[in-house]
């Protein structure tokens, strides 16, 4: 049970590039979640996820996109990067039953956009 | 007013010592409130949750909520080195069961002398 896994761990892009960030869970959650975590401050909600093909957004949605297309999966789609999205990007799930209040989150991706 | 606000610190406390951490947050309706770890480059992991006023032990911690004062707090007693990390205080905002829409303070950051 590897729980909330995250690929890459590190990317450099340049401004106007696009890149995926992938996200994967095995404990069969329904509800999945992108945050970014910029330095000294918070964790913000990008988009989450209360099921297969069910996505809405968060705090922070611009500049991103995301699909989920099954349980498992629900990657994060940055378009036209700018050096605004420099950031640290969490994945998180949760589930049901005696764990419903537990966020999961994955080891994060830094990114840093030049 | 932030919507969940913390003291960004460093707080300071010598080892065997209790730590006090705070948190407030803006919107009365609030049910749920969680306290959340997260030391230097990795991901936040869930250590207490709290519902209900009054206090919630588990183990060297303690949770705190007063929600006629809308403040939620962390104690960590006999306060180790490895207790050293970043607290974040964090909001449910809504949501089913088993869903979550939390809203993330800014941390405090926790220092643990020997």
């Known amino acids: 049970n590897a729980g909330v896994t995250q690929t890459p761990k590190f990317r450099i892009l340049k401004i106007g590039q696009s890149m995926t960030l992938q996200c994967t869970q095995d404990?069969?959650?329904?509800?999945m979640y992108w945050y970014r975590q910029d330095p000294g401050m918070g964790l913000k909600l990008i988009y989450y996820?209360?099921?297969?093909?069910?996505?809405d957004k968060g705090e922070v949605p611009n500049g991103y996109n995301v699909s989920r297309s099954t349980t498992e999966d629900f990657p994060l789609r940055l378009e036209l990067a700018a050096p605004s999205q420099t950031s640290v990007y969490f994945c998180?799930?949760?589930?049901?039953?005696?764990?419903?209040?537990?966020?999961?989150f994955g080891p994060g991706t830094r990114l840093t956009v030049l | 007013q932030k919507e969940v606000e913390q003291n960004s610190g460093p707080l300071s406390v010598p080892e065997g010592a209790i730590a006090s951490l705070n948190c407030t947050y803006s919107?009365?309706?609030?049910?749920?409130f969680f306290w959340y770890r997260q030391y230097s480059g990795k991901s936040p992991e869930l250590i207490m949750s709290?519902?209900?006023?009054g206090d919630k032990e588990d183990g060297r911690f303690t949770a705190q909520l007063n929600k006629a004062s809308q403040y939620v707090s962390l104690l960590i007693r006999d306060s180790q080195p490895s207790d050293s990390a970043t607290y974040l205080c964090?909001?449910?905002?809504?949501?089913?069961?088993?869903?979550?829409?939390?809203?993330f303070g800014t941390g405090t950051r926790l220092l643990v002398s020997p």
């Open positions: 998180a799930s949760t589930g049901g039953g005696a764990d419903t209040d537990t966020q999961y």
């Open positions: 404990m069969n959650h329904n509800y």
């Open positions: 996820s209360v099921g297969a093909g069910i996505t």
């Open positions: 919107d009365r309706g609030s049910q749920s």
């Open positions: 709290i519902y209900s006023n």
């Open positions: 964090a909001v449910k905002k809504g949501g089913n069961t088993g869903f979550q829409k939390l809203v």
